[in-house]
C-alpha cells in the first residue's frame, strides 16, 4: 500500500451536529487517502456504528481507515490502528491484526521511539507537533531538522502532524513527510463543500 498523501483526522467535538459522515466523506472525495477516526469517548455503541460508517465511506472511496487508541474496535472492523505511548503494545496489535494492516505509531520527537516503532511492525511513523496546535496545543513539540534525520534513518512512510495547514505542510513534505495528518485546517469549515476544496488543495502538495 502506497502511505502517501493527505491523512485526515477527526475530531468529535469539532465535527459535532451531524458533520462527521458528510465532512469525513468530503475530505475523501476531495483526495485524502488515509482516514483516522479520533474520537476519545467511552461510548461503545456509538464508537462501533461511527466507524462502521466510515469503514464504508473509506472502502468506497479507496481509502483506508484507521481507528485512534482502540484495537478491540480496529479488529472488529477489519481496519488499521493508530498507538501513542500510552495506547498499548504496538507488536500485540500487529500480532493480533495480522500482517497486511496499517499500523502506526506516535514517535513524537524521538527517533529511538521510531526505532521502537518499527522493530515491533509499525507501518508508519508519526512525528510531531510540528507547529501550534488548536487540538492539541500540549503535545510535545518537534522541529522540522527531525525530519531529515527521521527519512535517512527510516525506510518507513513518515507522518507529520500538529498544526498542519496549507501553508506549513509543503515544509514538511519536501524534508520527507510521506503524509501530512491533519484535524483543524481541514475541519474547521463552515461547510463540506470547503473540506472538499481544502482536502484536494492538501492532496495537490503531493502531486
Ligand atoms: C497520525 C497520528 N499521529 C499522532 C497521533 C497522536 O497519538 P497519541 O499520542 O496517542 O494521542 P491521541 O491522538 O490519542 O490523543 C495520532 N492520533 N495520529
Ligand atoms: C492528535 C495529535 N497528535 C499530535 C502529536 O504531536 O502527536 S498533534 C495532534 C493534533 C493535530 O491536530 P491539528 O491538525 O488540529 O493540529
Ligand atoms: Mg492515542
Known amino acids: 500500500m502506497n502511505l502517501r498523501g493527505l491523512y485526515a483526522i477527526t475530531d468529535t467535538p469539532l465535527l459535532a451536529g451531524g458533520k462527521l459522515l458528510p465532512y469525513a466523506e468530503a475530505a475523501l472525495v476531495g483526495g485524502a487517502r488515509l482516514l483516522q477516526y479520533r474520537d476519545k469517548s467511552g461510548d461503545t ?4 456504528d461511527e466507524a462502521q460508517a466510515l469503514a464504508e465511506l473509506c472502502q468506497h ?3 483506508t481507515l484507521i481507528i ?7 479488529a472488529r472492523l477489519g481496519v488499521g490502528l493508530h498507538l501513542g505511548q ?10 493480533r491484526l495480522g ?3 496499517v499500523i502506526g505509531g506516535t514517535c513524537h520527537a524521538q527517533l529511538e521511539l521510531a526505532e521502537r516503532a518499527v522493530s515491533e511492525g509499525a507501518s508508519y511513523i508519526a512525528f ?3 507547529f501550534n496546535s488548536n487540538t492539541k496545543p500540549g503535545a510535545p513539540a518537534a ?4 525530519l531529515d534525520e527521521a527519512r535517512a534513518r527510516f525506510a518507513q512512510p513518515i507522518v507529520a502532524i500538529g498544526g498542519v495547514t496549507l501553508d506549513t505542510a509543503p515544509g514538511l513534505i519536501a524534508r520527507g513527510a510521506s503524509m501530512v495528518a491533519v484535524i483543524h485546517a481541514l475541519f474547521a469549515a463552515d461547510s463540506a463543500t470547503e473540506v472538499e476544496d ?3 488543495a492538501f492532496a495537490a502538495l503531493f502531486d
Not at 455503541?45 to 462501533?48: M, W
Not at 485512534?68 to 480496529?74: F, G, M, R, S
Not at 500510552?86 to 500480532?95: F, H, I, K, P, Y
Open 99 to 101: 500482517a497486511d494492516i
Open 45 to 48: 455503541a456509538r464508537r462501533f
Open 128 to 130: 510531531g507537533r510540528f
Open 86 to 95: 500510552t495506547d498499548g503494545s504496538l507488536a500485540a496489535a500487529r500480532a
Open 61 to 63: 472511496h479507496g481509502a
Open 68 to 74: 485512534n487508541d482502540d484495537l478491540e474496535l480496529a
Open 198 to 200: 481544502r482536502a484536494r
Open 143 to 146: 522541529t522540522v531538522e527531525l
